[in-house]
């Protein structure tokens, strides 16, 4: 059990992150948003038991990079940057605690691919593939390199398509895929129950590469690599403020930077720092995990070989299994997804509505996996996805003198590409961007999504009517 001076610290840093991520000045709200943070906690975060956050900053200081939010954008940007300009001053301000988003509370999947290129000709789908690729191989090598403590699987994880069109669809997009030298396969329903015996779906897409991350241990595990360069991190450090200019100002609660540089790496929570309110938004989606289920159980479940799978739906289910046997399921329907108005990031639904969702979410795994009723859960968590009108993830640098970079809105594919973003964020800030320069989410533009109360009344109508996602 965590101390009293620990648990205060940290009670203290939620409510902290709460004024400064939605500006919330109302001291009931803020507290009960704060015991709901305290109750949130996912599996992953429950796998680093012994993660102590760096204090706050409490002074004024100067840098040449600082960068806001402590997930996977942050810590990566901070890794490659502080690889390329070992004598550069890099801060990273972190609101509550490394990975206190969507990276720690997501459903572990590392996915090849990038949202809202489903169109592309085929030389930009092998290049996103490529690219996508590349960055979860880098991710491995990066665990191992650090001899990280990160628990992760790469055997590969399936697509179920539920009707027999969107199968034959889907094994003709796979030919073309190999083609172009994609390497992801075709299994046929036969092939489906007999690799993982779900009891819907109609044939899948095969994907070898990818696999299963525990990323609350990657971003804390990353702390210490970080700190060995210079790095430094504070945490409980909410930016309520940002002043730009040759030099940007960040203002925390108790101290400021002084930046050449600043990096928004905060996706679904930065609208709530006054930049891209009409780009993205903040959806709330919901997941639940197991207990550790021995193998006897995961053998009956019908759980064989895959890290995970998702499948064709717009509000899509997925499922994977960690290595130590936590079947971790999410979405599913428009219960596990919530839109709150005015770009709320914290869950406000309460419990009552966390359980109904969870209610859903079980009925559609047992759809999947009949003998899943029984089984024991153990954790239930909300989290924040940013999510873009086209689903394009938006990466680049803005502002009048170049020097607010930004990487954002991976619409809930963001395990692989916001590791990645570090790198190519690292490329912008040094001038460098000719590994990147072809790709189209690299200063791409967005559709402008509708100003408050129109987003929520429209997100409402469409949602409730069609039971789709507000996708183009
Ligand atoms: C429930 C859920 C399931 C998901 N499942 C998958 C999946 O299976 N596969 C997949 O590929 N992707 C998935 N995603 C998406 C993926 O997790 C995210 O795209 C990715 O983690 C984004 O990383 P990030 O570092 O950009 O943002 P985040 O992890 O959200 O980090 C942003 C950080 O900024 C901090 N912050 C915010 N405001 C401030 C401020 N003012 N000052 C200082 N700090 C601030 C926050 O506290 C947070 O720690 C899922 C997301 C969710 C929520």
């Known amino acids: ?58 002074k004024t200081i100067t840098a040449d990079l600082a960068i806001i939010g402590g997930g996977f954008t942050g810590v990566s940007t ?91 669809a889907a094994h003709a997009h796979v030919e ?41 241990q990657l971003v804390r595990a990353m702390a210490p690599v970080l700190e060995a360069r210079g790095v430094e991190i504070y945490e409980g450090s909410p930016v309520v403020r940002v002043a730009e200019g040759r030099r940007c100002v960040l203002t925390t609660l108790q101290g400021e930077v002084h930046a050449d540089a600043i990096v928004l790496a905060t996706n679904g929570y930065t609208g709530a720092l006054g930049y891209f309110r009409d780009a993205i938004f903040p959806l709330h989606s919901h997941v639940f995990a197991t207990r550790s ?45 919530h839109y709150l108005f005015n770009n709320r990031t914290v869950y406000s639904g309460g419990a009552a509505a966390a359980r109904h969702a969870q209610v859903e979410m079980e009925r559609t795994l047992s759809r999947y996996f009949p003998r899943s009723r029984s089984l024991p859960i153990a954790h239930r968590w909300v989290g924040t996805l940013g999510i873009t009108f086209d689903r394009r993830p938006l990466i680049g640098v803005r502002g009048e003198h170049r020097n607010v970079y930004y990487a954002i809105g991976y619409c809930g594919h963001g395990v692989t590409l916001a590791n990645l973003a570090g790198e190519i964020l690292a490329d912008l800030y040094c001038g460098d961007e000719s590994r990147w320069r072809d790709l189209p989410f690299v200063h791409g533009g967005f559709h402008r999504i509708p100003p408050e109360p129109f987003r929520w009344i429209g997100y409402q109508v469409f949602t409730r009517l069609t039971g789709k996602s507000p996708r183009l």
Not at 85 to 90: C, L, Q
């Open 176 to 216: 073309a895929h190999n083609a172009i030298g994609i390497p992801t396969r075709f299994l046929n329903a036969t092939e489906l129950r007999r690799q993982l015996a779900v009891e819907h779906g109609c044939g899948a897409v095969f994907d070898p590469d990818t696999g299963q991350i525990n990323g609350a």
């Open 293 to 337: 289920l021995p193998m006897e159980a995961q053998r009956q479940l019908g759980w064989h070989r895959f890290a995970g799978f998702s499948d064709d739906f717009d509000r899509i289910s997925y499922a994977s299994m960690t290595r130590d046997g936590h079947l971790v399921f999410g979405g599913g329907s428009n219960h596990a997804y």
């Open 1 to 58: 059990m965590a101390s009293l001076p620990t648990k205060l610290t940290t009670q203290l840093m939620n409510g902290g992150a709460a004024l400064a991520n939605y500006a919330w000045p109302v001291a009931g709200r803020v507290f009960r948003e704060r015991l709901e943070l305290d109750q949130n906690q996912s599996l992953w975060a429950s796998k680093t038991p012994n993660y102590r956050p760096r204090p706050a900053l409490t």
């Open 78 to 168: 901070a890794y490659y940057a502080s690889q390329r300009f070992p004598n550069r001053r890099i801060v990273l301000l972190e609101a509550a605690t490394l990975a206190n988003g969507a990276s720690g509370r997501n459903g572990g999947m590392m996915l090849n691919w990038v949202n809202g290129f489903d169109d592309a000709p085929p030389d930009v789908t092998a290049r996103i593939y490529q690219v996508t690729s590349k960055g979860i191989e880098t991710l491995c090598q990066l665990i191992e390199r650090h001899a990280l403590p990160v628990d992760f699987r790469r055997d590969g994880t399936v697509t179920i398509y539920t009707s027999t069109e969107r199968a034959e």
